[in-house]
């Protein structure tokens, strides 16, 4: 493939916040109720994040992909006066909800959503994403102007990728995120990262959200090659070894400090929005 588009001067910034597994016994910064998520996405945007990614949980805690519940959080979100991009999740908690279920939050037309191209080993569990349901999620995104975070968990991801835009399923602008250090997917090493840029289409996008104690080594080797970098909780708990972050908007903020000493500027809603290409999108 062809290299894709030289260093940008700006950096995307995305904070995951919630995710589908993490606990507040974990660690108790962790936001579970739309409340809490709304305030961390607020505090992240406020720390330098352009972009969060959003999962939702019900009143027990479990992952759900409930409209209504993401609809709150992004009505929260935006009454507050707040324009971060608000990316959400079709992830389901590998095999906690329906194909179904997991379509669901597309209908309100978020910026972005979660576009997991392949099936993984995930932990104990098998994170399933047919062929079917990818043609049927891209249909959809389209449908709702929505743009898809493909979310690559090893190389294979990427050629799924490849041929679904080949077939005109996924169109252009791209912007791919390589979830590297998930167990039974690519390992978070920058042999791996690097391999996985290269195989991108010309003019690609591109982020990296690394697992745990790789967080950080991966993000800062991602925006020395021009990429963009994706934090917080979702996938790493800790801000250094044996100590807990004290907030999603912590993490944020490190990363902001470490792209000013690299000289790469943080892009805002609207500068990603226009690099992106991404009108801002309503639900109805």
């Given at each position: 493939m062809s290299a894709p588009l030289p260093v940008p001067d700006t950096l995307i910034l995305s904070a995951a916040?919630?995710?589908s597994w993490t606990t507040k016994a974990q660690n108790p910064a962790v936001p579970i109720f739309e409340e809490e998520i709304a305030a961390a996405a607020i505090a992240c945007h406020s720390a330098g994040a352009?972009?969060?990614h959003i999962h939702v949980r019900d009143d027990a805690g479990k992952v759900t992909c409930d409209p209504k519940r993401y609809a709150r959080v992004r009505e929260m979100v935006e009454r507050a006066g707040c324009d971060v991009i608000i990316n959400m999740s079709t992830g389901g908690g590998a095999g906690q909800t329906t194909d179904a279920q997991r379509m669901e939050p597309v209908s309100l037309s978020p910026e972005i959503a979660s576009f997991d191209c392949g099936s993984v080993n995930f932990g104990e569990g098998v994170f399933i994403n047919s062929p079917l349901f990818l043609d049927e999620l891209a249909r959809r995104m389209s449908h709702y102007g929505v743009l898809p975070e493909i979310e690559?968990?090893?190389?294979?991801?990427?050629?799924?990728?490849?041929?679904?835009?080949?077939?005109?399923?996924?169109?252009?602008?791209?912007?791919?995120?390589?979830?590297?250090?998930v167990r039974g997917g690519a390992p978070a090493n920058i042999k791996q990262l690097v391999h996985l840029v290269e195989m991108l289409p010309p003019g690609?996008?591109?982020?990296?959200?690394?697992?745990?104690?790789a967080q950080l080594p991966l993000d800062v080797a991602a925006m020395?090659?021009?990429?963009?970098a994706r934090t917080g909780l979702e996938d790493n708990l800790f801000y250094r070894k044996g100590e807990l972050a004290e907030s999603n908007a912590q993490l944020?903020?490190?990363?902001?400090?470490?792209?000013?000493?690299?000289?790469?500027?943080?892009?805002?809603p609207d500068q990603t929005r226009?690099?992106?290409?991404?009108?801002?999108?309503r639900a109805g």
């Open positions: 916040t919630t995710g352009a972009i969060v690559c968990f090893e190389a294979g991801h990427v050629q799924n990728a490849l041929r679904l835009i080949e077939a005109g399923k996924l169109q252009p602008p791209f912007w791919f995120q390589f979830v590297l250090g690609a996008h591109w982020s990296v959200c690394a697992i745990g104690r020395a090659m021009g990429g963009h944020v903020a490190r990363l902001a400090r470490i792209a000013a000493e690299l000289g790469r500027p943080l892009a805002t226009a690099l992106l290409g991404l009108p801002r999108q």
